[in-house]
């Protein structure tokens, strides 16, 4: 769905953020984009969605070239930005405004997942909502457009605690095989069992991307008694919870991912990782 | 072709500008309207002033407007709505454009001929405040100078359009400013060329009074020519600024 080939950008001709950048995402899959603040994740987003054009190199967002801002391919992205913006509209009147430019745009999918939102009522309007509010207005809207490619740049920033876990489950929900969906985050936790695939930027290069499957395949998940010692372990950090070890999966057993352990491991071991997928 | 220009997207942006700017819009609209009904009365102006308050309208409240056509774009936060908005740049460009060049000043002399008509009824009933009498609309206006004013207007819309893609802040007066730089810089440019290559700027203008230069010139094209030559002109500056601000918009990156 999205292949991007050997670009190179930056916002300084002299300071290039990304050097011979190459990634494949298809679709199917919520992808995680991992990366410490500045690696370039949202420039990375934008140069998927065309809001930014490569130096060299091409990226190809299902066979259009996005710098070229096709409409056909406009209606089937939606980018919700980490800042958001809404005009001086209603709630009512904003999906009136912009549900006709997205064909599979579905109003009961909106009216159902406002609900769910506790999103107030339908004739107030947005500048009048809090922060949260205007965002999981958009977070509705971005489902409800069922467009083939969503990109959610932080998605939880300024959400309070139920409304993340409401995300979780209706960004799942509304999950369909031919969708793409990359979510950019600093706060690993909020997706939880939510992405199946996971890509790390860092030092303007892509330093994993793989599915959930395959990174535990390769990697054995395990908390360990304070008093124990993470033998082998490839990282390990105690917490109040006991010591929470990653280890390289020789015996392939089943261990559920932990992305914060796993992106801590990947960053103190950054060789060692990239020996352990190659093989 | 649907990719590039359908009128069904036209059709929905323009809903999109007209839902985002009816209040604003409706405001200057009856803000207008009574300025035309009333303030020549008022000030107890003659049938002139009509006319020059029209194009002091049309001319500044044009420029600005224009100007600051594209400002959302310069934003983060609304540039990145703007761009995702399926439709294509040349649409989007397209709308924008009329809406400018077309609608503002369209909509500008409706209302002078409306706000004029209105004073003109309500003017009688209250005398001891307006001049009272009768304005002809009809001869306020004639042709040519309607023409003249819409064919500057158009120059200067061109110019404040590409403004509007080039200064992300205070687009009217970074233009304003720029244009009587580029003015100032020319007359600059033609004082050092007849210095250098026409240091006797006396003989020359002599010459050019004595019509030398121009019967010399009237012997090789007649003046309708000079005329078409003129509109060629014309033309090709505006493209030239249509076509540059078209190329700032297509590159344009959030």
């Known amino acids: 769905m999205i292949d991007i080939q050997n670009i190179s950008f930056g916002y300084r001709t002299q300071n290039e953020l990304f050097q011979d950048l190459s990634l494949q995402l298809g679709a199917g899959h919520i992808h995680g984009l991992l990366g410490k603040n500045g690696a370039g994740k949202t420039t990375l987003l934008k140069l998927i969605s065309g809001a930014l054009f490569p130096y060299h190199g091409f990226i190809s967002t299902f066979g259009y070239t996005p710098s070229k801002r096709n409409p056909l391919m406009l209606q089937d992205i939606y980018f919700l930005p980490e800042e958001i913006y809404l005009p001086d509209l209603t709630i009512q009147g904003f999906v009136k405004v912009y549900a006709p430019f997205y064909p599979r ?120 008694d304070v008093t124990e010692t993470p033998k082998n372990a490839l990282y390990s950090e105690e917490s109040l919870k006991g010591i929470a070890a990653v280890f390289e999966n020789t015996q392939q057993i089943d261990s559920k991912l932990d992305i914060e352990i796993m992106f801590n491991a990947l960053f103190a071991n950054k060789e060692k990782f990239k020996e352990l997928f190659s093989k | 072709m649907n990719h590039i220009f359908s009128f069904h997207r036209i059709k929905q942006l323009s809903i999109r500008y007209l839902a985002e700017h009816a209040r604003r819009d409706l405001i200057f609209m009856c803000a207008l309207f009574f300025t035309f009904a009333f303030l ?116 200067g819309h061109a110019v404040f359009f590409l403004g509007s893609f080039i200064f992300k802040t205070h687009p009217t007066t970074k233009t304003i400013v720029t244009f009587l730089g580029f003015a100032f810089a020319i007359a600059i440019i033609q004082m050092i060329i007849g210095r250098l290559f026409f240091a006797d700027l006396d003989v020359v203008s002599i010459s050019i009074s004595s019509g030398k230069l121009f019967g010399l010139l009237d012997n090789l094209i007649n003046s309708r020519i000079l005329v078409y030559i003129n509109y060629l002109l014309y033309g090709i500056v505006l493209l030239f600024f249509w076509l540059v601000s078209y190329l700032k918009w297509k590159e344009k990156q959030i």
Request: net charge neutral; with cysteine.
């Open chain 1, 105 to 224: 745009f579905d109003y009961q999918e909106f009216d159902s997942l406002s609900q769910e939102f506790e999103i107030p009522l339908k004739t107030q309007k947005l500048h009048t909502l809090s922060h949260g509010q205007k965002k999981k207005i958009q977070i509705a809207f971005s489902l409800a457009t069922n467009t083939r490619l969503l990109i959610m740049d932080e998605p939880t920033n300024g959400l309070d605690i139920p409304a993340k876990s409401q995300f979780r489950r209706i960004v799942a929900n509304s999950f369909q095989e031919d969708r793409c969906v990359i979510i950019s985050t600093h706060q690993v936790r909020d997706l939880h069992s939510l992405i199946d695939h996971i890509t790390v930027l860092d030092e303007h290069n892509i330093i994993m991307s793989h599915g959930v499957d395959e990174i535990t395949k390769r990697l054995l998940f395990k908390w360990l």
């Open chain 2, 40 to 155: 020549p009365r008022l000030v107890g102006s003659s049938d002139a002033f009509y006319a020059i308050l029209l194009s002091i309208i049309v001319y500044i409240g044009g420029m600005r407007f224009t100007a600051r056509i594209f400002h959302e774009i310069h934003r983060p936060t609304s540039g990145m709505h703007f761009l995702h908005i399926p439709a294509s740049r040349l649409e989007k460009f397209t709308l924008y454009g009329v809406i400018t060049l077309v609608c503002f000043p369209v909509i500008c002399l409706l209302l002078f001929y409306a706000g004029t008509f209105f004073g003109n009824l309500i003017a009688p009933l209250i005398p001891s405040f307006f001049n009272y009498e009768v304005i002809d609309i009809s001869s306020l206006l004639p042709w040519e100078q309607l023409g003249k004013l819409f064919s500057q207007y158009l120059i």
